[in-house]
């Protein structure tokens, strides 16, 4: 990212949250967006891509916080007048580059890199502080995948196709072409940096022949024109582990962007998004169903054959099971890899026909007048007593 995006892209209004939103409030409107704009939901509509990687952009900063506090107080350093471009410091009238003082800032440029890197030691380079660009830790990507209700119970390995950038294949990253290597740069002798004496102070920049790397590519690889890495198509295996739920996110560790300089790769996030099923509900690591019976099963009992995801059961629906009762299949639920599991919750709803053919009436009414009359006799009494 370069210093005019920090300065001229509201990231909080692209995210449409407000500047003291907490971070959980961000994480959830980047959620929302990104499913709704995810390439894979919105076929050929560049506006919807467009959107996409604006939306990442501003979640890629705002999600950290050392980014966002620097966001921050650049946005507010910059709308009190502190910079202007071709401003000048010291007497010498010596100009400076705010784009080049801005990438080394967020690079890990000034300080030595580590977590002394950033703006308080950008102010301090002015002054001698300049430091030898370091490895750069690659960008974290984040993709959508659609699993099917059974899939996110029991958990599935996947091929996932991403097209992100990548190592370039001809020349492993290096940027040179096959046969060769990058050379010293001839400016700077491979230091990265070049230091200018300016009266009473000294200001240390990177080297713009090499842009701080301390080596510079003659022989340029054709493939990737010496930038050591392609935008291309990744085809991986991913495993969703069982139990996920809908709207989660999965890190995969290093298969994100590569680094530059030798940095390490940044990590690849899959939001997952559950079908639902026609039957089972979540319920934690429970699943729940919902069983018909007569009224006469209910008075009875009845053994039930019912369905769960590992094949069908036979569940025991004891004598007298009033409507709504909840009973319990033991290990029928979500089983999860660390050996934990939930169980079947099984809902027993008495079924009232609204038909009866006359036979079935006749029935009805025998067993009306066999049967017990309903324990209500509080209620009667309470709807039998005078008002006022």
């Not at 018909?292 to 025991?316: C, Q, W």
Request: net charge positive.
């Amino acid at each position: 990212m370069v210093s005019r995006d920090w300065l001229e892209k509201d990231f909080y209004k692209v995210l449409g949250v407000t500047k003291d939103a907490p971070s959980s409030d961000i994480k959830k409107a980047y959620r929302k967006l990104a499913r709704d704009l995810h390439p894979d939901h919105n076929p050929g509509n560049a506006d919807a891509e467009e959107r996409f990687k604006e939306v990442s952009e501003a979640y890629a900063v705002l999600s950290d916080d050392r980014q966002r506090a620097e966001y921050d107080e650049m946005r507010s350093l910059m709308g009190a007048g502190a910079f202007r471009r071709g401003a000048r410091m010291g007497q010498g009238g010596m100009p400076f580059d705010f784009d080049d003082l801005m990438a080394q800032a967020r690079g890990g440029g000034f300080g030595g890199g580590g977590n002394n890197g950033g703006l308080g030691d950008l102010f301090g380079s002015f002054f001698g502080g300049g430091r030898r660009r370091g490895p750069t830790k690659g960008r974290d990507v984040e993709t959508g995948v659609v699993l099917e209700f059974d899939d996110s119970v029991k958990g599935v390995a996947l091929p996932l196709k991403l097209r992100s950038p990548g190592v370039c294949d001809l020349c492993h990253g290096s940027g040179a072409k096959p046969g060769t290597s990058p050379k010293t740069c001839p400016t700077c002798q491979g230091a990265g940096v070049r230091t200018v004496n300016q009266g009473a102070f000294s200001l240390s920049e990177p080297c713009r022949e090499c842009d701080g790397v301390g080596t510079v590519i003659v022989d340029k690889c054709p493939e990737c024109q010496g930038t050591g890495g392609v935008t291309k198509t990744r085809t991986m295996t991913v495993r969703i582990p069982a139990g996920v739920k809908s709207g989660q996110r999965i890190r995969l560790a290093g298969r994100g962007e590569p680094g530059t300089r030798g940095g390490a790769a940044g990590d690849l996030y899959v939001l997952v998004t559950v079908r639902p099923h026609p039957l089972f509900a979540r319920d934690g690591d429970n699943l729940a169903l919902t069983v018909p019976v007569s009224f006469t099963e209910a008075a009875l009992g009845v053994n039930l054959r019912i369905p769960t995801l590992d094949g069908p059961v036979t569940l025991r629906v004891p004598p007298g099971t009033p409507s709504g009762r909840t009973l319990r299949v033991r290990g029928r639920g979500v089983n999860r890899d660390n050996g934990k599991g939930g169980d079947l919750l099984v809902t027993i709803e008495v079924h009232v026909p609204k038909d009866l053919t006359p036979e079935a009436r006749k029935a009805l009414e025998e067993y009306a007048q066999a049967a017990p009359a309903a324990p209500r006799d509080e209620i009667e009494r309470a709807a039998a007593a005078p008002t006022g």
